[in-house]
């Protein structure tokens, strides 16, 4: 039977409610949490290389170095030479642009995976919250069960109750310690995986410091598609990309319809006799890059409508996770408006007293009233979860 559960889970209604906890503290608690993030670490130092590694590509080829050896009847000959190639001045002015570009949407792109995981650490401490509320309401549910067993076998030994009176209850109570010790080991996965992804062995430390999720408001429809335009930097990562892809298209046509060039300098000696001498050569874009323009184009409008459409799709989940944020919110007043002081156990236990209910009558409308404080507390979690993610970039705004 779910009698315990549903009593202890009334009678901490008023707890389970979500509370003021100082927004600074949490705050704090999170980028703590954050800090140390290994794959955030990796990320960083991912970028840092990958810049460098486009730094490196508007320069020019590595020098080329020739000579040759040959001999004869009259005698021999051999010549050395260097030459350098390189391509229109203003090919490496468009690609610096380009490569600019490019870095700034890695950036951004970095950015947009540090806020995911950000926003999984902030969910993480949230399941954390809302599992030691279960934990503290199954233990509070243990011992008002454990209070009951001991007066029904007072009420066993004067008469009063039935054998079969007394075994309900101790079955009852033995449930809530199992369920007891599966809420605790699910509290000790939770903290696990935060330490897992965090990086940190103070997990425990940290989080007991946080007793409720700061109280956050719901915004318009209006005032979340203004965060998404402003603040989601898949968004704006994908919005550079546009940027650096055109950038790199027009550095590709100007590479494509201009001329490369290679100078270079030569020393010959034959039969005695040395020269010094400079070598020049011009290579003609006439056939190697004629699909050049096409490509470029098709593959900045390609990534444009991606940008367009991942706006879209941002602004189409945000509307429907808003909605339904705001059904849970009214479904939470309305629990709450009902559940009131949270006297329910205590009326029940009066009606029994009072002979108006049977022992197991008194039993099944304690279960009901668990029951509809369990589903508050499961609602209340979801809705606080749901809103950190609706929230995440006001978060960003604001920090």
């Known amino acids: 039977m779910k009698k315990i559960k549903l009593l202890l889970l009334s009678l901490a209604a008023a707890s389970l409610t979500v509370s003021a906890q100082k927004e600074s503290d949490y705050n704090h608690i999170i980028s ?9 670490k990796q990320l960083v130092a991912s970028e840092k290389a990958g810049l460098e590694s486009r730094a490196a590509e508007n320069v020019l080829e590595n020098p080329t170095v020739e000579g040759q050896h040959v001999w004869g009847r009259e005698g021999t000959k051999y010549d050395i030479g260097i030459s350098q190639e390189f391509a229109w ?3 490496y002015r468009a690609r610096a642009k380009a490569i600019n570009a490019g870095m700034r949407a890695s950036e951004l792109l970095e950015q947009s995976l540090v806020a995911d995981k950000i926003l999984e650490i902030e969910q993480l401490v949230i399941d954390i919250v809302y599992q030691k509320k279960t934990v503290e309401i199954e233990t509070r549910i243990l011992e008002h069960m454990t209070a009951l067993e001991k007066g029904n076998i007072e009420g066993y030994n004067h008469g009063e109750l039935t054998l079969l009176d007394l075994k309900k209850v101790e079955i009852e109570r ?15 996965g939770l903290y696990t995986a935060l330490e897992t992804v965090t990086g940190r062995h103070d997990c425990r430390t940290l989080v007991a410091a946080i007793s409720d999720i700061p109280q956050a408001s ?16 898949r968004l704006a990562w994908l919005r550079a990309q546009t940027d650096a892809i055109r950038l790199d298209g027009k550095a590709e046509v100007l590479a494509a319809r201009a001329p490369g060039f290679s100078l270079g300098y030569a020393f010959v000696s034959e039969l005695g006799d040395s020269f010094n001498g400079l070598s020049a050569s011009i290579s003609l874009p006439v056939y190697s890059r004629r699909h050049t323009v096409a490509g470029a184009k098709a593959k ?7 940008a367009e459409t991942a706006r879209m799709t941002a602004i189409a989940n945000m509307r429907s996770l808003r909605a339904s944020v705001t059904s849970m919110q009214t479904e939470l007043n309305d629990y709450n408006t009902v559940f009131g002081d949270d006297d329910y156990a205590h009326l029940l236990t009066i009606a029994r007293q009072g002979g108006e209910l049977t022992n197991l009558q008194y039993l099944q409308e304690l279960n009901f009233f668990l029951d509809a404080a369990r589903s508050r507390l499961t609602l209340e979690h979801e809705f606080v979860r749901s809103l950190a993610a609706l929230n995440r970039f006001r978060a960003i705004s604001e920090r």
Not at 300 to 306: D, M
């Open 89 to 91: 001045p203003g090919v």
């Open 218 to 233: 719901i915004l318009s429809e209006t005032d979340y598609e203004q965060l998404i335009d402003n603040y989601d930097p």
């Open 32 to 40: 703590a949490l954050v800090a140390e993030c290994p794959e955030i």
């Open 300 to 306: 900045a409008l390609s990534v444009e409508i991606e």
């Open 174 to 188: 033995i449930a809530t310690s199992s369920a007891l010790r599966e809420a605790n080991r699910a509290l000790d």
